[in-house]
Protein backbone atom coordinates (compact mmCIF):
# COMPACT_ATOMS: atom_id res chain seq x y z
CA UNK A 1 0.00 0.00 0.00
CA UNK A 2 3.03 2.57 0.76
CA UNK A 3 4.15 1.98 -2.88
CA UNK A 4 0.72 3.00 -4.61
CA UNK A 5 0.37 5.51 -2.29
CA UNK A 6 3.61 6.98 -3.40
CA UNK A 7 2.71 6.22 -6.98
CA UNK A 8 -0.76 7.78 -6.86
CA UNK A 9 1.36 11.34 -4.98
CA UNK A 10 0.12 10.91 -1.44
CA UNK A 11 2.00 12.22 1.03
CA UNK A 12 0.26 12.81 4.29
CA UNK A 13 -3.55 11.82 5.48
CA UNK A 14 -6.17 14.29 5.11
CA UNK A 15 -8.60 14.58 8.35
CA UNK A 16 -11.60 11.95 6.46
CA UNK A 17 -8.53 9.81 5.66
CA UNK A 18 -7.19 9.84 9.25
CA UNK A 19 -10.55 9.54 11.11
CA UNK A 20 -12.57 7.48 8.45
CA UNK A 21 -10.28 4.80 7.46
CA UNK A 22 -9.17 3.08 11.18
CA UNK A 23 -13.18 2.95 11.58
CA UNK A 24 -13.63 1.18 8.11
CA UNK A 25 -11.14 -1.27 8.51
CA UNK A 26 -12.39 -2.07 12.12
CA UNK A 27 -15.63 -3.03 10.13
CA UNK A 28 -17.65 -0.52 11.31
CA UNK A 29 -20.49 1.26 9.15
CA UNK A 30 -19.73 5.05 8.58
CA UNK A 31 -21.73 8.24 7.91
CA UNK A 32 -18.80 10.67 6.91
CA UNK A 33 -19.89 14.18 6.27
CA UNK A 34 -17.39 15.99 4.40
CA UNK A 35 -17.14 18.10 1.24
CA UNK A 36 -15.40 17.04 -2.02
CA UNK A 37 -11.94 17.83 -2.48
CA UNK A 38 -10.95 16.30 0.90
CA UNK A 39 -9.18 12.60 -0.05
CA UNK A 40 -12.47 11.33 0.50
CA UNK A 41 -12.13 8.93 -2.19
CA UNK A 42 -8.80 7.48 -0.95
CA UNK A 43 -10.63 7.22 2.89
CA UNK A 44 -12.91 4.78 1.17
CA UNK A 45 -10.52 2.76 -1.34
CA UNK A 46 -8.06 1.90 0.98
CA UNK A 47 -9.64 -0.05 3.57
CA UNK A 48 -11.82 -1.80 1.04
CA UNK A 49 -8.30 -2.71 -1.06
CA UNK A 50 -6.54 -3.53 2.64
CA UNK A 51 -9.45 -5.82 3.15
CA UNK A 52 -10.32 -7.84 -0.08
CA UNK A 53 -10.04 -11.22 -0.13
CA UNK A 54 -8.29 -12.70 -3.41
CA UNK A 55 -7.64 -16.18 -4.48
CA UNK A 56 -8.94 -18.61 -7.54
CA UNK A 57 -12.21 -19.13 -6.48
CA UNK A 58 -13.41 -15.59 -5.98
CA UNK A 59 -14.47 -13.70 -9.18
CA UNK A 60 -17.36 -11.81 -8.22
CA UNK A 61 -17.25 -8.01 -7.04
CA UNK A 62 -16.54 -8.11 -3.02
CA UNK A 63 -17.19 -3.83 -3.68
CA UNK A 64 -19.64 -1.61 -5.37
CA UNK A 65 -19.18 2.19 -5.40
CA UNK A 66 -22.06 4.57 -6.25
CA UNK A 67 -21.72 7.59 -7.61
CA UNK A 68 -24.15 10.32 -9.16
CA UNK A 69 -22.35 10.68 -12.31
CA UNK A 70 -20.34 9.10 -15.24
CA UNK A 71 -17.70 11.87 -15.13
CA UNK A 72 -17.46 10.82 -10.97
CA UNK A 73 -17.62 7.28 -11.83
CA UNK A 74 -14.62 7.32 -14.09
CA UNK A 75 -12.89 9.37 -11.63
CA UNK A 76 -13.22 6.96 -8.66
CA UNK A 77 -12.52 4.18 -11.01
CA UNK A 78 -9.25 5.79 -12.18
CA UNK A 79 -7.70 6.42 -8.56
CA UNK A 80 -9.05 2.97 -7.31
CA UNK A 81 -6.79 1.58 -9.74
CA UNK A 82 -3.91 4.07 -9.19
CA UNK A 83 -3.97 2.88 -5.21
CA UNK A 84 -4.01 -0.65 -6.01
CA UNK A 85 -1.16 -0.53 -8.22
CA UNK A 86 0.71 -3.96 -7.46
CA UNK A 87 -1.93 -5.77 -6.45
CA UNK A 88 -4.29 -8.34 -8.49
CA UNK A 89 -7.27 -6.17 -8.30
CA UNK A 90 -9.33 -5.40 -11.03
CA UNK A 91 -11.85 -2.55 -10.69
CA UNK A 92 -14.84 -1.99 -13.53
CA UNK A 93 -17.01 1.42 -14.06
CA UNK A 94 -20.16 0.79 -15.30
CA UNK A 95 -22.42 4.17 -16.17
CA UNK A 96 -24.63 4.70 -18.99
CA UNK A 97 -23.78 6.17 -22.47
CA UNK A 98 -21.32 3.60 -23.25
CA UNK A 99 -22.48 0.21 -24.64
CA UNK A 100 -22.91 -1.79 -22.40
CA UNK A 101 -21.29 -5.20 -23.93
CA UNK A 102 -18.20 -4.39 -22.64
CA UNK A 103 -18.93 -3.52 -19.44
CA UNK A 104 -20.11 -7.14 -19.10
CA UNK A 105 -17.14 -8.43 -20.71
CA UNK A 106 -15.20 -6.72 -18.04
CA UNK A 107 -17.14 -8.16 -15.38
CA UNK A 108 -17.38 -11.31 -17.03
CA UNK A 109 -13.67 -11.68 -16.83
CA UNK A 110 -13.70 -10.92 -12.84
CA UNK A 111 -13.39 -7.50 -10.97
CA UNK A 112 -13.45 -7.46 -7.50
CA UNK A 113 -14.56 -3.66 -7.28
CA UNK A 114 -16.88 -1.94 -9.10
CA UNK A 115 -18.03 1.93 -9.60
CA UNK A 116 -21.26 2.93 -10.96
CA UNK A 117 -24.21 5.20 -11.28
CA UNK A 118 -27.28 3.48 -9.17
CA UNK A 119 -28.93 2.97 -13.06
CA UNK A 120 -27.02 1.23 -14.51
CA UNK A 121 -25.72 -0.53 -11.56
CA UNK A 122 -29.34 -1.92 -11.29
CA UNK A 123 -29.35 -2.89 -14.93
CA UNK A 124 -26.44 -5.15 -14.44
CA UNK A 125 -28.46 -6.42 -11.24
CA UNK A 126 -31.70 -7.46 -13.76
CA UNK A 127 -29.08 -8.79 -16.32
CA UNK A 128 -27.48 -10.67 -13.95
CA UNK A 129 -24.27 -9.23 -15.07
CA UNK A 130 -23.16 -8.44 -11.86
CA UNK A 131 -22.96 -11.42 -9.06
CA UNK A 132 -23.60 -9.81 -4.99
CA UNK A 133 -23.41 -13.24 -3.50
CA UNK A 134 -19.23 -12.05 -2.67
CA UNK A 135 -20.21 -8.90 -1.95
CA UNK A 136 -18.87 -7.50 1.37
CA UNK A 137 -18.46 -3.30 0.82
CA UNK A 138 -21.03 -0.62 -0.20
CA UNK A 139 -20.05 2.32 -0.61
CA UNK A 140 -22.64 5.97 -1.01
CA UNK A 141 -20.01 8.33 -2.74
CA UNK A 142 -22.03 12.24 -2.71
CA UNK A 143 -25.24 10.79 -1.16
CA UNK A 144 -27.00 13.83 -1.00
CA UNK A 145 -26.33 14.45 -4.66
CA UNK A 146 -27.68 10.46 -5.71
CA UNK A 147 -31.04 11.55 -3.73
CA UNK A 148 -31.20 15.15 -5.22
CA UNK A 149 -31.05 14.05 -8.97
CA UNK A 150 -34.18 10.79 -8.02
CA UNK A 151 -31.35 7.83 -8.10
CA UNK A 152 -33.12 6.99 -4.27
CA UNK A 153 -35.72 4.36 -5.74
CA UNK A 154 -32.97 2.38 -7.75
CA UNK A 155 -30.52 2.42 -4.58
CA UNK A 156 -33.14 0.76 -2.55
CA UNK A 157 -33.53 -1.50 -4.44
CA UNK A 158 -29.83 -2.04 -4.77
CA UNK A 159 -29.47 -2.08 -0.92
CA UNK A 160 -32.34 -4.36 -0.67
CA UNK A 161 -30.78 -7.16 -2.84
CA UNK A 162 -26.95 -6.78 -0.94
CA UNK A 163 -26.04 -9.47 1.69
CA UNK A 164 -27.30 -8.43 5.24
CA UNK A 165 -23.54 -8.49 6.89
CA UNK A 166 -22.04 -5.93 4.31
CA UNK A 167 -20.13 -3.02 5.54
CA UNK A 168 -21.48 0.20 4.17
CA UNK A 169 -20.18 4.10 4.11
CA UNK A 170 -21.88 6.57 2.96
CA UNK A 171 -20.37 10.00 2.43
CA UNK A 172 -21.73 13.28 1.60
CA UNK A 173 -21.00 16.74 1.85
CA UNK A 174 -24.49 17.42 3.25
CA UNK A 175 -26.72 15.00 5.84
CA UNK A 176 -30.10 16.47 5.59
CA UNK A 177 -32.90 14.44 6.88
CA UNK A 178 -33.24 11.96 3.99
CA UNK A 179 -29.53 11.08 4.33
CA UNK A 180 -30.11 9.80 7.88
CA UNK A 181 -33.42 8.13 6.86
CA UNK A 182 -31.40 5.96 4.36
CA UNK A 183 -28.37 5.41 6.85
CA UNK A 184 -31.07 4.21 9.75
CA UNK A 185 -32.57 2.08 7.32
CA UNK A 186 -29.72 0.47 5.44
CA UNK A 187 -26.62 0.53 7.80
CA UNK A 188 -25.87 -1.23 10.92
CA UNK A 189 -25.54 1.04 14.04
CA UNK A 190 -23.51 3.35 11.56
CA UNK A 191 -21.08 6.06 13.10
CA UNK A 192 -21.05 9.88 12.05
CA UNK A 193 -18.37 11.57 11.56
CA UNK A 194 -18.24 15.10 10.52
CA UNK A 195 -14.91 16.66 8.96
CA UNK A 196 -16.99 19.66 8.20
CA UNK A 197 -15.99 21.39 10.86
CA UNK A 198 -18.86 23.36 11.36
CA UNK A 199 -17.76 25.21 8.30
CA UNK A 200 -18.94 24.15 4.66
CA UNK A 201 -17.02 25.78 2.81
CA UNK A 202 -13.25 25.99 3.54
CA UNK A 203 -11.14 29.03 4.36
CA UNK A 204 -8.97 28.49 1.40
CA UNK A 205 -11.64 29.55 -1.12
CA UNK A 206 -12.42 33.54 -1.26
CA UNK A 207 -16.48 33.65 -2.39
CA UNK A 208 -17.52 37.06 -3.52
CA UNK A 209 -21.37 37.82 -5.38
CA UNK A 210 -22.13 40.85 -7.48
CA UNK A 211 -25.55 41.84 -7.59
CA UNK A 212 -27.13 42.38 -11.35
CA UNK A 213 -29.71 42.93 -13.50
CA UNK A 214 -30.27 39.72 -15.48
CA UNK A 215 -29.66 41.30 -18.80
CA UNK A 216 -26.06 42.58 -17.49
CA UNK A 217 -25.12 39.21 -16.70
CA UNK A 218 -22.87 38.38 -19.45
CA UNK A 219 -21.08 41.74 -19.82
CA UNK A 220 -20.12 41.42 -16.83
CA UNK A 221 -18.69 38.17 -17.14
CA UNK A 222 -16.62 39.35 -20.03
CA UNK A 223 -15.16 41.91 -17.48
CA UNK A 224 -14.81 39.86 -14.73
CA UNK A 225 -12.74 36.87 -16.84
CA UNK A 226 -10.77 40.23 -18.60
CA UNK A 227 -9.78 40.88 -15.10
CA UNK A 228 -9.13 37.82 -13.33
CA UNK A 229 -7.67 35.62 -16.34
CA UNK A 230 -8.41 32.15 -14.20
CA UNK A 231 -5.94 29.31 -14.90
CA UNK A 232 -8.84 27.38 -15.22
CA UNK A 233 -12.77 28.33 -14.44
CA UNK A 234 -16.30 26.30 -14.47
CA UNK A 235 -18.98 28.86 -14.95
CA UNK A 236 -22.34 27.05 -13.94
CA UNK A 237 -25.58 27.64 -15.81
CA UNK A 238 -28.94 26.30 -14.58
CA UNK A 239 -30.23 24.51 -17.60
CA UNK A 240 -28.69 22.74 -20.49
CA UNK A 241 -29.69 25.54 -23.16
CA UNK A 242 -28.22 28.50 -20.74
CA UNK A 243 -24.67 26.16 -21.03
CA UNK A 244 -24.77 26.37 -24.71
CA UNK A 245 -25.89 29.79 -24.89
CA UNK A 246 -23.06 31.19 -22.57
CA UNK A 247 -20.05 28.67 -24.36
CA UNK A 248 -21.47 30.22 -28.17
CA UNK A 249 -21.12 33.43 -26.79
CA UNK A 250 -18.27 32.77 -25.12
CA UNK A 251 -16.25 31.09 -27.71
CA UNK A 252 -17.05 34.46 -29.83
CA UNK A 253 -15.80 36.64 -28.12
CA UNK A 254 -12.76 35.34 -25.48
CA UNK A 255 -11.94 32.05 -26.59
CA UNK A 256 -8.50 33.48 -28.25
CA UNK A 257 -7.82 35.87 -25.35
CA UNK A 258 -8.06 33.33 -22.73
CA UNK A 259 -7.82 30.11 -24.18
CA UNK A 260 -10.18 27.21 -25.28
CA UNK A 261 -13.87 27.52 -24.66
CA UNK A 262 -15.63 24.59 -23.77
CA UNK A 263 -19.19 23.25 -22.40
CA UNK A 264 -20.51 20.16 -20.84
CA UNK A 265 -24.41 18.86 -19.91
CA UNK A 266 -26.77 15.46 -19.66
CA UNK A 267 -27.57 15.93 -23.49
CA UNK A 268 -24.01 15.58 -24.81
CA UNK A 269 -22.89 12.38 -26.28
CA UNK A 270 -20.78 10.26 -23.46
CA UNK A 271 -17.91 10.19 -26.37
CA UNK A 272 -18.31 14.17 -26.29
CA UNK A 273 -18.39 14.24 -22.29
CA UNK A 274 -15.34 12.11 -22.49
CA UNK A 275 -13.44 14.06 -24.85
CA UNK A 276 -14.33 17.59 -23.40
CA UNK A 277 -13.23 16.16 -19.54
CA UNK A 278 -9.82 14.75 -20.84
CA UNK A 279 -9.34 18.28 -22.46
CA UNK A 280 -10.20 20.20 -19.06
CA UNK A 281 -7.99 18.06 -17.10
CA UNK A 282 -4.90 18.02 -19.33
CA UNK A 283 -5.12 21.94 -19.09
CA UNK A 284 -5.95 22.43 -22.91
CA UNK A 285 -9.24 23.61 -21.60
CA UNK A 286 -9.25 26.91 -19.77
CA UNK A 287 -13.20 27.66 -19.46
CA UNK A 288 -15.94 25.16 -19.01
CA UNK A 289 -19.35 25.89 -18.79
CA UNK A 290 -21.40 23.29 -17.33
CA UNK A 291 -24.54 22.65 -15.28
CA UNK A 292 -24.44 20.98 -11.54
CA UNK A 293 -25.83 17.39 -12.92
CA UNK A 294 -22.21 17.26 -14.73
CA UNK A 295 -20.43 19.68 -13.17
CA UNK A 296 -20.72 17.95 -9.55
CA UNK A 297 -18.76 15.01 -11.24
CA UNK A 298 -15.47 17.81 -12.22
CA UNK A 299 -12.18 16.54 -10.03
CA UNK A 300 -9.32 18.77 -11.14
CA UNK A 301 -6.64 20.48 -9.18
CA UNK A 302 -6.20 23.15 -11.33
CA UNK A 303 -9.70 25.47 -10.92
CA UNK A 304 -8.80 28.57 -9.39
CA UNK A 305 -11.90 29.83 -10.39
CA UNK A 306 -15.60 29.18 -9.74
CA UNK A 307 -18.34 31.69 -11.28
CA UNK A 308 -21.99 31.14 -10.49
CA UNK A 309 -24.07 32.46 -13.96
CA UNK A 310 -26.81 31.66 -12.41
CA UNK A 311 -27.70 30.98 -9.02
CA UNK A 312 -27.91 27.18 -8.48
CA UNK A 313 -31.32 25.53 -7.05
CA UNK A 314 -30.61 25.06 -3.62
CA UNK A 315 -28.11 26.29 -1.15
CA UNK A 316 -26.36 22.72 -0.75
CA UNK A 317 -26.08 22.70 -4.88
CA UNK A 318 -23.59 26.33 -3.89
CA UNK A 319 -21.56 24.17 -1.93
CA UNK A 320 -20.90 21.32 -3.99
CA UNK A 321 -20.15 23.95 -7.26
CA UNK A 322 -17.70 26.03 -5.45
CA UNK A 323 -16.02 22.53 -3.86
CA UNK A 324 -14.65 22.34 -7.12
CA UNK A 325 -11.91 24.65 -6.67
CA UNK A 326 -9.74 25.26 -3.50
CA UNK A 327 -8.77 21.11 -3.77
CA UNK A 328 -6.94 19.24 -1.14
CA UNK A 329 -6.68 23.23 0.57
CA UNK A 330 -5.26 24.73 -2.62
CA UNK A 331 -6.92 28.75 -2.59
CA UNK A 332 -9.64 29.65 -4.97
CA UNK A 333 -12.24 32.11 -5.60
CA UNK A 334 -15.73 31.61 -6.16
CA UNK A 335 -18.09 34.55 -7.94
CA UNK A 336 -21.55 34.35 -7.87
CA UNK A 337 -24.01 36.73 -10.02
CA UNK A 338 -27.00 37.76 -7.83
CA UNK A 339 -30.31 39.44 -9.39
CA UNK A 340 -32.03 42.16 -7.10
CA UNK A 341 -34.87 39.05 -6.36
CA UNK A 342 -32.68 36.69 -5.10
CA UNK A 343 -31.44 37.95 -2.05
CA UNK A 344 -33.13 35.60 0.20
CA UNK A 345 -31.35 33.09 -2.05
CA UNK A 346 -27.77 34.52 -1.09
CA UNK A 347 -28.94 34.62 2.72
CA UNK A 348 -29.79 31.03 2.57
CA UNK A 349 -26.51 30.04 1.04
CA UNK A 350 -24.43 32.21 3.94
CA UNK A 351 -26.67 30.83 6.74
CA UNK A 352 -25.44 27.00 5.33
CA UNK A 353 -21.88 28.11 5.05
CA UNK A 354 -21.64 30.42 8.17
CA UNK A 355 -20.18 33.08 6.26
CA UNK A 356 -21.02 36.00 4.27
CA UNK A 357 -20.30 36.24 0.80
CA UNK A 358 -18.17 39.50 0.19
CA UNK A 359 -19.12 42.28 -2.34
Excluded: W
Amino acid sequence: MLASLEKAGYEYPTAIQEGLIPRALAGVDVVGQARTGTGKTASFVIPILEKLQLGKDIHSPQAIIMVPTRELAVQVHDEAEKLAYGRRVHCAAVYGGKPIRSQIEKLRKGCQIVVGTPGRVLDHLSRRTIDLTQLKFVVLDEADRMLDIGFRPDIERILRQCPKDRQTMLLSATVPPPIAKLAQKYMRDPETLNFSAGDVAVETIDQYYFTVDPHKKFELLLRLLKREKPQQAIIFCRTKRGTDKIHRRLSQKVGDKFGVVDVIHGDLQQSARDRVMKSFRAGETTILVATDVVGRGIDVSGISHIINFDMPQSSDDYVHRVGRTGRMGREGVAYSFVTPEQGIELTRIEMLINTLLKR
